[in-house]
């Protein structure tokens, strides 16, 4: 059984810093894209930055130059570095990982979710 958990989040003052790590675990032969996503109330899943197993990122046009997304392969972590954060980046953090768990089905799997707030 796979499960995706999550660590980090909480309060933070706008123009502040937090991080977020994601941690793979279970059955897994192999994980594409590992990454990260958010949501807020009312509103769609929206990409915050992924990365693939071959080392292609994206972010989120809202993140692009303020947050990094790196990725360590051997154990199955991705971590984002959130800079210059604002109030509008508050949400519900959701890891994400595309990963092949029998050799053959890739499929997507999702965290738990944790809350990012930046207020003052």
């Known amino acids: 059984q796979v499960q995706l958990v999550e660590s980090g989040g909480g309060l933070v003052r706008p123009g502040g810093s937090l991080g977020l790590s994601c941690v793979a675990s279970?059955?897994?032969?192999?994980?594409?894209?590992f990454g990260w996503y958010r949501q807020t109330p009312g509103k769609q899943r929206e990409l915050v930055a992924s990365?693939?197993?071959?080392?292609?990122?994206t972010y989120g046009d809202s993140v692009k130059g303020r947050f990094t997304l790196s990725r360590d392969n051997a154990k199955k972590t991705v971590h984002l570095q959130m800079n210059s954060l604002k109030p509008e980046d508050t949400a519900v953090y959701y890891c994400?990982?595309?990963?092949?768990?029998?050799?053959?089905?890739?499929?997507?799997?999702w965290g738990q979710g944790t809350q990012v707030t930046v207020s003052s």
């Open positions: 279970g059955n897994i032969f192999s994980i594409n894209a």
């Open positions: 990365v693939t197993s071959g080392g292609v990122m």
């Open positions: 994400n990982a595309d990963i092949l768990v029998d050799g053959s089905t890739w499929t997507y799997y």
